[in-house]
DNA sequence: CTATTAAGTTGCAATACGCAACCTATACGG
DNA sequence: CCGTATAGGTTGCGTATTGCAACTTAATAG
C-alpha cells in the first residue's frame, strides 16, 4: 500500500467526512442554529430563515434520520410538530460557535446577536481555542500532526 | 420592526451565514484539512481527495479569493503552484478540528488519522468545548442567549 | 361550517456537481 | 533540439441539488 494509497484511506474515513455527511449542506448549519436559538416549528424555520418550504421539509427530514434533531407531534395541537435538538444535536454547539466567531472576526467584522453568556456572570463565551490535554491554550506552532500508531492508545482515545 | 423582521436580520447577518459564504460548499473543508496536513499543490489534493479536477479548480480558486489560501508560483519550477493557508485560513483549525471531533464521537465512532497532538508533551489535544470568558468549561446549562444591546459593550466585543 | 393555521408536497426552472477528455506551458532525457 | 512526461488547469455534457410558487391535507378557531 503506497503513501497516495495510505492518504486517499486516511481522507474517506476522516472525522470530518463522516460529519459532513450529517451536516455538510448548504442550509443545515443555519437550520441548527436556529435550533439552539429556541426555534420549534416548521413556520418558524420557514419564515426566520427564508429557506424555501421543500428544502426545509428535505433538511429537517435528513437531521431527523440522523439524529440530530427530533421530531415531536404535539399532543395538544396535532397540526403542530417540534423539532428539538438531541443531545448529538447539541453536542454540535463548538462546530456552530467556532464557525459563528470565524464569521464575526474575518468576514463580517463584528459580533452577531444575540449573544451567548455564562449564566451567572452575565459575560459572553471566550473564543473558541486549541487546547492541549492538559487545558493550555496552543498555538499552531506548537502542534504536531503524528500518525495514530505512534501514540499511546489511551491517549489517542481520550482525544 | 415585528419580532419576524428582527429576527430575519438576525439571521442573514450573522457569523454563521457569513463563514458559510466563505467555506460552506460541499469540498471547501475537506480541501481545507487537506491543507493543515500539508498538501500544497493541485494534483496533491486531486489525488488524495478524489475531488473532480474543475470543481477542485474551482474551489481553490475561490478559497483564494477569499483570502483563506494563497496562490504561489514556484519560481524554481514554473509549472508548479503552491497552495498555502493564510493567517485567516489558519484560524479555522477549531471550526475543522471541533467538525471531526464531532464525527468521530457520534457518527465514525473511533478517531481518525492523523491525531494532533501537543508537540512538547506528545499528548493528543483536548477535546474542543466552550468555555466561559475566565476559561471555565461550560455546559448548555450554564449559558443563555441573551441580546447584546444588555450587555457591556466591551464584554461583546472582546467575544 | 367557513376561515385560518401548520406542515408539508408537486412541478418546473436555474444552479451546482461530477466525469472524462482535452489543452497549454513548462521541464526532463537522450 | 526533440519527443515525452508533468503540473495545472479548461471544456462539454449529463446528473443531482436548490429554489420558487402554487397546491394539498389535516386540524383548529371563530
Not at 6 to 31: D, K, M, Y
Not at 64 to 73: A, F, N
Not at 92 to 113: A, T, Y
Request: glycine letters at 8%; aromatic letters at 6%.
Amino acid at each position: 500500500m503506497n503513501r497516495a494509497h495510505q492518504l486517499r484511506e486516511v481522507f474517506a474515513e476522516c472525522g470530518i467526512s463522516a460529519a459532513l455527511e450529517c451536516v455538510g449542506e448548504r442550509w443545515s448549519f443555519l437550520i441548527l442554529r436556529g435550533a439552539f436559538n429556541g426555534l420549534r416549528h416548521f413556520e418558524e424555520f420557514q419564515s426566520n430563515l427564508g429557506i424555501a418550504r421543500n428544502i426545509l421539509s428535505n433538511r429537517l427530514g435528513r437531521l431527523v434520520e440522523h439524529g440530530i434533531l427530533q421530531r415531536d407531534p404535539d399532543p395538544a395541537d396535532r397540526r403542530k410538530v417540534t423539532y428539538r435538538l438531541t443531545d448529538k444535536g447539541r453536542d454540535l454547539l463548538p462546530v456552530l460557535l467556532s464557525l459563528r466567531q470565524w464569521g464575526e472576526r474575518w468576514v463580517s467584522g463584528h459580533p452577531s446577536n444575540p449573544v451567548l453568556v455564562d449564566r451567572y456572570s452575565r459575560r459572553p463565551i471566550a473564543p473558541i481555542t486549541v487546547r492541549s490535554a492538559e487545558g493550555r491554550p496552543l498555538s499552531l506552532g506548537e502542534m504536531e500532526w503524528v500518525d495514530r500508531n505512534e501514540i499511546d492508545a489511551a491517549d489517542v482515545d481520550a482525544a
